[in-house]
């Protein structure tokens, strides 16, 4: 019996609840901690990111209307799957990043519990950023956070797993869609943790992952005028106050370059804040 071939995984992009090539047909190469080669990533193009903010922008406004109750469901999906292809991951982290497989295992345990931890707050976040505000007046005053709309994202450049985790997933609690561009370094788990979206009952276009050249495509998403807001998490190489100047242009919401800490404030970071007025009935 002759040996079977290897059948090598194709990397592409994640656009729209597809896996498309780059437009452009350029790839580049994806290099072990030790050089060796491992495979070839999509090089995302300026047309690549327009079409992910399009994406984006159709989507944002059905994951917006879902219940988030629903929401939750299925982001804790995300971390099921997630969990059921710990393997992979381990040894996708393993072959790029050059760290132990005990170190792999606990960067995959800990985006795991990540998603289930904001799956948790879906439903519980509005209760905590909205209210009923005292005012003076025969009127009932009351604040409810709302998502700002499409959010891009520059992922943490030395985390692939756990990095776009903490970046993506508090962006989607709140109803907003996202285009992300993953590490340009360690795109591989990116693109399986995009697959596991698509497995996961996400909409298609709520989760957009790009890969290659953050330095180039970033500055097109922060001219981008339909995108809302733009997360700079791992734009500490770039020359994120240049993208800060382009995204005031369309008056984006802004968040500068730092490791991206779980936590409600960053959940807070992507929602606007409506109040309505309503008086109260006069006996």
Sequence with gaps: MSARL??????????GGKF???????????LSATGA????????????????????????????????????????????ILEGRRAQ???EIVA???????????????????????????????????GLNPVAGAYFNISAPE???????????????????????????????????ASGRYPLSAISLAEVFATSDVPGGVIN?????????????????????????GAGELDWVDLQIRAAETLKRVLVPGDPVPSPQRIAAFTEVKTVWHPKSML
């Design 209 to 233: 992952v790009l890969t290659g050249s953050p330095a180039e495509l970033a500055p097109w998403l922060a001219d981008h005028a339909d995108v809302n807001a733009l997360d700079l998490a």
């Design 147 to 181: 998502p700002t709309g499409v959010v891009a994202i520059v992922a943490p450049q030395d985390s692939a797993l756990l990095g776009l985790t903490a970046a993506v997933a508090p962006a989607l609690v709140a109803g907003n869609a996202v285009v992300v561009i």
């Design 20 to 30: 498309p090539r780059s437009e452009s047909g350029r790839t580049y190469e994806v």
């Design 89 to 91: 991951f381990v040894d």
């Design 96 to 130: 790029q990043e050059g760290v132990t497989a005990a170190v792999a295992g606990a960067q995959v345990d800990a985006a795991t519990d990540l998603w289930v931890w904001y799956a948790g707050w879906c439903d519980k976040y509005a209760q905590v950023a909205g």
């Design 37 to 80: 080669f491992l495979a070839n990533a999509a090089l995302a193009s300026r047309k690549d990111a327009r079409d992910a903010v399009r994406a984006a922008r159709g989507a944002q406004g059905g994951w917006a209307g879902a219940t988030a109750y629903n929401r939750g469901q299925v982001l804790y999906r995300v971390a099921e």
């Design 6 to 15: 290897a059948v090598p995984k194709t990397y592409k992009l994640a656009i």
